[in-house]
Structures are given as structure tokens and as C-alpha cells.
């Protein structure tokens, strides 16, 4: 059984820094892209990050490129999202997510919520102006 629990999420001040983790079991993790997305109250999930299983590239959104930073140590089975410069806006449920290997990755791939096989539970993170 697959399994993906984040943790990390919490209360921050704006311009704070907070690390999401996700832990994943029950899958080959070192062969599985893994993403992180999130949903704020009203809105549709939104992609965040992804780092694909089999290169070290990494995909950001616009909106956290050069504040957010996406990476994994397969070893211990987790992948993470290091968060800094907080802003209000940042402020959702944020779900890590990971999809089965692939050999092709078609455009916009890795922001499709749809393309993913497994979630996590989420973990809120909320920025306080």
C-alpha cells in the first residue's frame, strides 16, 4: 500500500521560512517523479514543484520560482519543499504528490494534477501579514 504523509506546515510570519517534508512508502521512490501542489480555500489545486525521478531537473510554478526549492533524498524515502520569503498568498493545504516512471514527458507534464498516481494527506501552511 502506497503511502505519502507530509508534515512540516504551520503558522509563519510573512518573509519566514518553513520546510514541508514528505514521506513516502510502499513504491520504488527513487523511480517515481515526485511534485508538490497546493490548494488554498475557494480554489482549485495549483502546482508548486517537481523533480523528476530520473534526472536531477527541477519545474517550479511562476509564483514560487527563486523563494520555493524542491528536493528528495532517496534514501530516506522523502522528498521536500523548502519555503522561504513567505508570503500571505502562499497560504494553503499543500499536498506532495508522486507519479510511476515514465520515458516521456509531455509538455506541461508535471504541473497536471491528473498525472499523478498518488497524494498525501496535505499539511496547512498559513502566512501571516
Known amino acids: 500500500q502506497v503511502q505519502l504523509v507530509e508534515s512540516g506546515g504551520g503558522l509563519v510570519q510573512t518573509g519566514g521560512s518553513v520546510r514541508l517534508s514528505c514521506a513516502a512508502s510502499?513504491?520504488?521512490?527513487?523511480?517515481?517523479?515526485v511534485g508538490w501542489f497546493r490548494q488554498a480555500p475557494g480554489k482549485e489545486r495549483e502546482f508548486v514543484a517537481a523533480r523528476p525521478w530520473s534526472t536531477g531537473s527541477t519545474y517550479y510554478a511562476d509564483s514560487v520560482k527563486g523563494r520555493f526549492t524542491i528536493s528528495r533524498d532517496n534514501a530516506k524515502n522523502t522528498v521536500y519543499l523548502q519555503m522561504n520569503s513567505l508570503k500571505p498568498e502562499d497560504t494553503a493545504v499543500y499536498y506532495c504528490?508522486?507519479?510511476?516512471?515514465?520515458?516521456?514527458?509531455?509538455?506541461?507534464?508535471?504541473?497536471?494534477?491528473?498525472?499523478?498516481?498518488?497524494w498525501g494527506q496535505g499539511t496547512q501552511v498559513t502566512v501571516s501579514s
Open positions: 510502499g513504491l520504488a521512490f527513487s523511480a517515481y517523479t
Open positions: 504528490a508522486a507519479d510511476k516512471p515514465r520515458t516521456y514527458y509531455p509538455s506541461g507534464y508535471f504541473s497536471r494534477t491528473y498525472e499523478y498516481d498518488y
